[in-house]
């Protein structure tokens, strides 16, 4: 595991540790972590299972264009994920400071002014991204052979908006847990979630439902489950009812002050990543997007399980650097990054040798992936998931402006390149301009630029 084995199966217990000793509150963080981990596996699996099914069964029946367009707006949520405004990340940090103070009244004051932020700007979007929806060009943003496809693409488009806007909060929720270092509670309810949502897409796929109702059951049972968190914080006192007013004043300007950083950073990664099925679907068309999306999915059998390892450790740095535990946050650390290279390298070389025949079974022979795309997305997969352990650490400790700074630089130079590989390449150029663009920005800033800054910051 990240820290060492021993460590780590000793920190499996339901009680805590005590708090009194730094050793102490090293071992409750890896307890915390550890079980955040366990529960994260299920959860995944589970995730996965629905993901597999939702391929196998839809694509003989929908087709590559309609599958593709079920995909395309599906990955809107990546694109849109800055409409939050950063309060969702910034709350996390901020209940993490919140849970160590010695004022009782802090913790509540700081989720429930949080949470109803985050329903005035959910309910704010909701009517933003309906009114847009009505006059966007859908024709050009997403090339489809079939011209009678449109309708069903609008319609898809509005239901993914209005599910969008109510995970706006129904994530909040679960970034209120994680600060709390309690996400193997957040990943319970994605088990719940991902039970609703399999059983809803086996009922869709039975009546051969189109990509309107596929969506409205995958985005739907996740949702559901984020949902059921907010019952539970509730009931434990955590958010409460009066008061909410001079609560959300008290907590909007720190959260939107600190959550403008993560806004702007999101911003970053929305153009930087979330856009590459939009531009592949509006170059090359909804079929390019389904391969596109196929690959993705198959590499998350990879990049999912080191996610799971590093997600906990967000509110553990944050923990460990209130509590100015350099020693934790280092050694945490050098095992992190150590580890999910060591593991994306070993997925990647298994991915690009048998990721083919493995597609051609999963979609039943609808889709076919060369070589070439499988062996970019592979390197892709490497880079994705090393930096997102190297972000982890850079969130939990509060090093945003320099994140913000490198995600505008690698924006600048990958967006033409991934537009003007598109035109030539298609997915696989937008693949290889990723991985270029990635490659000379992130290497170059955290190698060289920031390094001595960030390894200050853990001594």
């Known amino acids: 595991m990240i820290f060492n084995i021993r460590a780590a199966i000793l920190s499996i217990r339901l009680g805590p540790f005590s708090l009194e000793t730094a050793e102490g509150r090293a071992a409750e963080r890896y307890r915390l972590a550890m079980l955040s981990m366990l529960a994260n596996v299920a959860s995944r699996l589970f995730a996965m299972l629905v993901m597999v099914l939702s391929v196998s069964w839809t694509v003989p ?49 700081v989720i429930t002014g949080g949470l109803v932020l985050l329903g005035l700007i959910a309910a704010i979007m909701s009517i933003v991204l309906m009114s847009v929806s ?38 909040g929720v679960t970034r ?6 309690r996400g193997f509670e957040v990943h319970f309810s994605d088990i719940f979630g991902s039970l609703i949502a399999l059983v809803a897409l086996a009922f869709a796929v039975h009546k051969q439902a189109g990509p309107p109702i596929l969506l409205l059951c995958f985005m739907g049972g996740r949702i559901l489950g984020n949902l059921s968190l907010f019952v539970a914080l509730w009931f434990r006192g955590l958010f409460r009812v009066s008061g909410w007013v001079a609560d959300c004043r008290a907590e909007a300007p720190k959260l939107i002050h600190m959550g403008g950083l993560f806004f702007l950073l999101q911003i970053g990664v929305m153009v930087g990543w979330g856009a590459d099925s939009l531009i592949i679907a509006s170059t090359s068309g909804a079929a390019s997007v389904a391969t596109f999306s196929v690959i993705q999915r198959l590499i998350q059998f990879v990049s999912q399980p080191l996610a799971i390892m590093n997600a906990p450790l967000w509110a553990a740095y944050a923990d460990a650097d209130a509590s100015n535990d350099r020693s934790f946050i280092r050694q945490t650390f050098i095992k992190s990054i150590k580890l999910t290279f060591a593991v994306s390298l070993l997925g990647s070389l298994v991915l690009a040798l048998v990721g083919r025949e493995v597609i051609e079974v999963w979609t039943k022979g609808a889709i076919f992936v060369g070589f070439n795309m499988l062996g970019a997305m592979a390197i892709w997969m490497i880079l994705e998931s090393v930096g997102n352990a190297l972000g982890i650490l850079l969130n939990g400790l509060g090093i945003i402006r320099q994140q913000v700074l490198v995600v505008t630089v690698f924006v600048v130079i990958a967006l033409p390149l991934k537009l003007f590989f598109a035109h030539f390449g298609g997915a696989f150029g937008v693949v290889v301009a990723g991985v270029l663009a990635y490659t000379l920005v992130t290497v170059s800033a955290y190698g060289f630029i920031f390094r001595h800054e960030i390894v200050g910051r853990m001594r």
């Open 61 to 109: 029946y929908l087709g590559v264009e309609r599958f593709g367009v079920w995909m395309t707006v599906s990955s809107f949520a990546a694109i849109l994920s800055f409409l939050d405004l950063g309060v969702g990340n910034a709350l996390t940090n901020r209940t993490a400071q919140a849970a160590n103070a010695i004022d009782k009244n802090v913790l509540p004051r």
């Open 134 to 171: 009505s006059i966007l060009p859908w024709h050009l943003i997403i090339k489809t052979q079939d011209s009678q496809l449109m309708g069903e693409v609008k319609c898809t488009a509005i239901v993914f908006f209005a599910l969008f806007s109510i995970s706006i909060f129904a994530n």
């Open 176 to 181: 209120v847990l994680h600060g709390l270092q």
